[in-house]
């Protein structure tokens, strides 16, 4: 039977509150743990949308979270599929350039990823031939080995059994709705769960749930929506992932191609403004008081263009027009038949932090809380490829016994 009163409650069955709660399990094994989902499953939402890439770590700063985990988490993640025989492609990674005025992004790329501990090569193009024969760059590109992409539904769907076997137990169905007293809380079954200490991991609606807990007052989540296109045809263009030099000053990577752990071949993803936070398709999920809310943020960065939002906003909302989208990534090889990407595959939702006085965007994970409850903001990409030594950094410096 389930205790009246948990030791510990994770909100949201993501990839971080899987890992968490496994985490949690290995260093307090006695403790009585439960994670409290609003779906019908865990991982429906920005997990279970991932890209399925595993990144290598050379995008972030030295002195982030993200660069501290990037690395450690990649061969964490495949370890942990190698030991359970989940699939993963090792592909590896290119980063082509345009230009000549995107060699001095490259180098920079190359720069924190040897401050990072990433294996990373600047290459010209005869070894970039031989790496990846159609992708196309100016002089020279960076290569990335330690990039391959998984199956996140099938990581997450394992974690999901060890974690069962382990005892944790999942209330699926039942949503944070709302804390009454102390670390009391009300499910949107109208149920009431119990525990020493709560952990928010409740991706697009973290901030919501750190605010009732006197956290997240200084930030909001800002949706933006990925999709990527599907290349229809059974051969294989490209082998490789490649990608564009991005602008570093924002937290996006551009239209690139993603060889799938089942080597299909997908281009994006998109970063096109929502205007509510589970904003997938059409009115799916519409919240009147979300749409008025983050309409109005937008309405300000469009006006005062705060990040440069007015530009990235027209560029992402051209991408709903094939031809445009196609081009982008078309750009980035020798030869391909751009036609051949047809269908749009299945959206996701980036939760992306902003802070709410400087009107930036937060580039890194960030952590509140104290002896009773617990907050992850911004677990954004590459927070997958983190999650592993990311869950043991949280539970080993935030978590009391």
Not at 356 to 379: M, P, R, T, W, Y
Request: glycine share 6%.
């Amino acid at each position: 039977m389930s205790p009246k009163v948990f030791n510990y409650l994770i909100v949201g069955g993501g990839i971080v509150g899987l890992t968490i709660a496994r985490e949690l399990n290995v260093q307090y094994p006695k403790s009585s743990i439960v994670i409290l989902e609003k779906e019908a499953d865990i991982s429906q939402h920005s997990s279970g949308r991932n890209s399925g890439v595993l990144h290598a770590g050379f995008y972030y700063t030295a002195d982030s979270l993200k660069a501290k985990f990037t690395v450690a988490g990649n061969s964490a993640m495949k370890t942990y599929c190698k030991d359970n025989g989940l699939k993963i492609n090792e592909c590896g990674k290119v980063v082509v350039a345009k230009n000549e005025a995107e060699l001095r992004g490259i180098d920079t790329l190359y720069e924190r990823g040897v401050k990072n501990g990433v294996d990373l090569t600047v290459i010209d193009k005869l070894v970039l031939r031989d790496i990846e024969p159609n992708a196309r760059t100016f002089d020279k590109a960076l290569y990335s080995p330690s990039t391959a992409t998984v199956d996140p539904v099938e990581i997450s769907q394992c974690l999901k059994k060890e974690l069962l076997n382990k005892g944790i137990t999942f209330r699926l169905n039942e949503g944070y709705l709302k804390r009454r007293r102390g670390n009391i809380v009300v499910t949107t079954k109208g149920n009431t769960v119990t525990a020493d200490v709560i952990i928010n991991c409740a991706g697009l609606y973290a901030d919501k749930v750190a605010q009732d807990y006197g956290f997240s007052n200084a930030y909001t989540i800002l949706p933006f929506k990925g999709i990527y296109l599907k290349y229809s045809d059974i051969d294989l263009p490209v082998r490789t992932n490649i990608y564009p030099v991005p602008n570093i000053q924002n937290p996006f990577l551009g239209v690139h191609y993603t060889v799938t752990v089942d080597n299909h071949i997908k281009i994006g993803p998109t970063a096109i403004p929502a205007f509510w936070r589970e904003n997938y398709s059409g009115l799916d999920n519409f919240a009147l008081n979300e749409f008025v809310s983050i309409s109005m943020i937008e309405a300000s960065l469009l006006l005062k263009n705060n990040f440069n939002f007015r530009s990235l906003a027209f560029e992402e909302i051209k991408k709903y027009w094939k031809p445009y989208y196609r081009k982008l990534a078309t750009d980035l090889v020798h030869q391909i038949d751009g036609s051949k990407f047809k269908d749009w595959t299945n959206p996701g939702i980036r939760a992306q932090l902003m802070d709410k006085s400087s009107k930036e965007l937060v580039q890194d994970f960030v952590i509140e809380g104290d002896e009773n409850s617990v907050h992850i903001l911004n677990a954004v990409s590459p927070a997958f490829t983190c999650s592993i030594p990311f869950a043991e950094h949280v539970v080993s410096n935030y978590i009391i016994k």
